[in-house]
């Protein structure tokens, strides 16, 4: 059986940048045209952005929740799972992600990042937000893989990336 490729999107969870919340939601549409399906933290800023994409163009969105109940989940999430236990969700999304892309993001990305590398995930982090996607793109976060985040400067890229690591 053929599995559904999940991405997983981390990055800003407050942020108001219109440029950031717009490349989100391009990325999101993209994603939800290739078949691609979206898993991410579930709540507002980034998530949403790329969450309210994949769904203007029909795409399943997967929210991994903090907290003990669904509605924390914004309105574009298709399957919330609450887990009850804080920022430890963050393992989670990424361990669901076939890969992750970062755009922006505080502590809470650079977390999710640092298992992203942990767990041996392609990463993906799009300069032009700042954040620790900014920070990181191009490097290796420790020498324990041969690899880089691979930096992507516009949603063209992160779109090559994708199908190259993805291998779709």
């Given amino acids: 059986m053929k599995r559904t490729k999940i991405v997983a999107i ?13 490349f989100a939601e ?8 290739m078949g691609i399906a979206i898993v991410c933290g579930g709540r507002g800023g980034v998530m949403k952005a790329v969450c309210r994409g994949a769904k203007k ?35 989670i999304v990424v361990l669901t992600g076939d890969l ?30 700042g954040g620790w996607s900014e920070r990181l793109a191009g490097k290796k976060i420790d020498e324990r ?6 930096p992507a400067e516009s949603l063209e890229d992160v779109l090559r990336l994708v199908k190259r690591l993805l291998k779709t």
């Fill in 100 to 129: 992750v892309i970062a755009i922006g993001g505080r502590s809470g990305t650079l977390s999710e990042l640092a298992y992203a590398w942990m767990y041996d995930k392609p990463v993906i982090a799009v300069r032009g937000f």
């Fill in 145 to 150: 893989r041969g690899d880089i985040i691979h």
């Fill in 10 to 22: 981390i990055g800003d969870s407050e942020t108001e940048n219109t440029d950031e919340l717009t």
């Fill in 57 to 91: 163009v029909g795409g399943i969105t997967i929210g991994i929740l903090p907290g003990f109940t669904k509605d924390e989940a914004n309105e574009y999430i298709d399957i919330a799972i609450p887990t009850g236990i804080g920022w430890a969700r963050n393992q």
């Fill in 26 to 33: 391009r990325l999101g549409e993209e994603l939800a045209r």
